[in-house]
């Protein structure tokens, strides 16, 4: 049995469609898990803003819309191979959300960003989805250049060594498992490194994971995307945590590590 129930990938129809959904039927094949598709309509009244329309000509116009989009995508749904595929009206990254914890438990989808500066840029979409979903998000703001089939041979984890570390760090140790892949555990400590080394070996055992330690100092982000480009890690895997407040799920380091890694980001 696979520890992915399933994978959900949202479809806009752009030209980063395709290749988002052809690198999550890969690692669907791998974990064994169905793809699920999702295009999400929005709200007519939004596109027909200032517009004045009769009810019933409102109502024809949004089943024709609704029956196009979804004829659209059972067409995308076939040439995939996405075993299920949906359509719905409303908030794409609410209906992202909603649709994965209902039936998924991995949501992937490329960030925003394009051009010199895109290591800034995460969409609003990929930002809200991130602080909302409680299953884990692959993501990356160069997915759609990803090579398909994924074949991850190299996954860095880097924990903060709370409390979300152990979850952070059986999904890392899981996907490596799935692929054959070598596995190391990163921490950046601002206090002393052996401290830290005694504990990621106390989380490793704990989770019964085989991977190389590391510890290193400084940024988290500047020092974990480092840690990627020297590595060159396939993936990294990082814990979103569970921080109340403004920030909610999504801190301030996870933010700036998923926009700035130059390989595909696992939060968990």
């Not at 010199?116 to 989805?129: C, E, H, N």
């Not at 140790?173 to 892949?181: D, I, K, N, R, T």
């Not at 106390?202 to 330690?213: D, G, H, S, T, Y």
């Amino acid at each position: 049995m696979s520890f992915v129930s399933g994978i959900l990938v949202p479809i806009d129809f752009s030209e980063r469609s395709a290749p988002a959904a052809r690198y999550a039927r890969s690692l669907a094949a791998q974990f064994g898990s169905s793809l699920i598709l999702l295009h999400a309509l929005a709200p007519l009244q939004q596109e027909l803003s200032g517009i004045e329309m009769a009810g019933h000509m409102l109502r024809e116009l949004q089943l024709q819309r609704r029956a196009r989009a979804e004829q659209e995508l059972r067409a995308f749904a076939a040439d995939i191979g996405a075993s299920e595929w949906v359509v719905e009206e409303g908030d794409p990254a609410r209906l992202i959300v909603s649709v994965a914890h209902e039936r998924a438990g991995l949501i992937v989808m490329p960030t925003h960003g394009f051009g010199p500066f895109r290591r800034f840029i995460l969409g609003s979409t990929a930002a809200k989805v991130l602080h909302d979903a409680d299953c884990p998000v692959w993501t990356g703001v160069h997915l759609e250049d990803a090579p398909a089939p994924a074949r991850p041979r190299r996954v860095l984890c880097a924990v903060d060594l709370g409390p979300q570390s152990s979850k952070t760090l059986f999904w890392a140790a899981s996907v490596a498992l799935q692929f054959g892949a070598s596995l190391t555990l990163l921490h950046v400590t601002l206090g002393a490194r052996d401290a830290a080394l005694e504990e990621l070996g106390r989380l490793r055992k704990f989770v019964n994971a085989e991977a190389e330690l590391a510890v290193d100092t400084g940024d988290p982000a500047t020092a974990i995307c480092a840690a990627v480009s020297e590595q060159e890690a396939d993936v990294l895997v990082i814990g979103r945590g569970s921080a109340a407040g403004v920030f909610g799920r999504l801190r301030a380091s996870a933010y700036s590590i998923i926009r700035q890694s130059p390989c595909p980001v696992v939060s968990v």
